[in-house]
């Protein structure tokens, strides 16, 4: 590696354990600079990023790239049924949620953007997060193809709440069933679960039955019909 491209990369690093550690309005770039060692001072912040925004949002970045990049992001496949993009949108969301990395100044940098969002959102937003949503009101539109925009935004976010639950409320739930239960609900599991309850909540798959499972044997609930199958004459 280039010493141009060390210094990016060290600057970047020690951004981001500043502004996980103290958030953008109390980091300091002198601070970021002596974390980053001696090759680095406020003249290369500027060179390589701009400035401590620019600075902030580059950390930012880097950390929900840090984030996705050991999960499995298989390729979309549109001419796959609806109903089995559902079930691998559901899977790859649940990956990224239960994956912990708790301890890692990218998972803290990413919770403070969340809970405190600055323009840093607006960029992962528009180049991650966004394409993604689209992708799920799209699957979503072909179960309901007369619903209005808001409609399908409600269903979408019924979808993500689902997969979310699991890692913003896991400090309760571990205390309610305790944690080896809890480490039970693994990522097979829950998108068999989540999935099952979307589309039979959707019309497009069986009720569940007594036991929690799809009812064998039976039509999808409401009178629907799997999108993409075709009617009966």
């Known amino acids: 590696m280039a010493d ?3 210094t990016k990369a060290r600057l970047l690093e020690a951004a981001g354990e500043e502004f996980a550690e103290k958030g953008f309005v109390d980091a300091r770039v002198r601070s970021i600079c002596r974390r980053a060692g001696s090759a680095a001072n406020p003249a ?3 060179y390589h990023f701009g400035g401590k925004e620019q600075l902030y949002i580059a950390a930012v970045l880097e950390a929900h790239r840090c984030q996705m ?8 496949n549109p001419s796959l049924p609806p109903d089995e993009r559902l079930r691998a949108f559901i899977r790859q969301f649940l990956e990224n949620v239960l994956t912990r990395t708790e301890s890692s100044w990218q998972h803290a940098l990413m919770t403070r953007e969340i809970l405190q969002p600055t323009a840093a959102c607006e960029a992962v937003v ?3 997060i966004r394409p993604r949503f689209e992708r799920l009101l799209e699957i ?3 179960f309901c193809p007369d619903a209005e925009p808001r409609r399908l935004y409600a269903l979408a976010f019924s979808v993500i709440g689902q997969c979310l639950h699991y890692k913003i409320a896991r400090p309760v739930s571990e205390r309610l069933i305790g944690s080896e239960t809890y480490a039970s609900l693994d990522v097979e599991f829950l ?7 979307t589309l ?5 798959g069986p009720p569940l039955a007594r036991d929690g499972e ?8 409401h009178g629907g019909r799997r999108a993409g199958a075709a009617a009966k004459p």
């Open 4 to 6: 141009q491209d060390l």
């Open 44 to 46: 290369a912040i500027n």
């Open 69 to 76: 990049k050991d999960r499995s992001e298989e390729p979309y």
């Open 126 to 128: 528009r180049e991650s």
């Open 140 to 142: 979503l539109g072909q």
């Open 191 to 197: 998108t068999d679960h989540v999935t099952n309850f």
């Open 200 to 204: 039979a909540a959707l019309g497009q």
């Open 214 to 221: 799809p009812a064998v044997g039976s039509e999808p609930s």
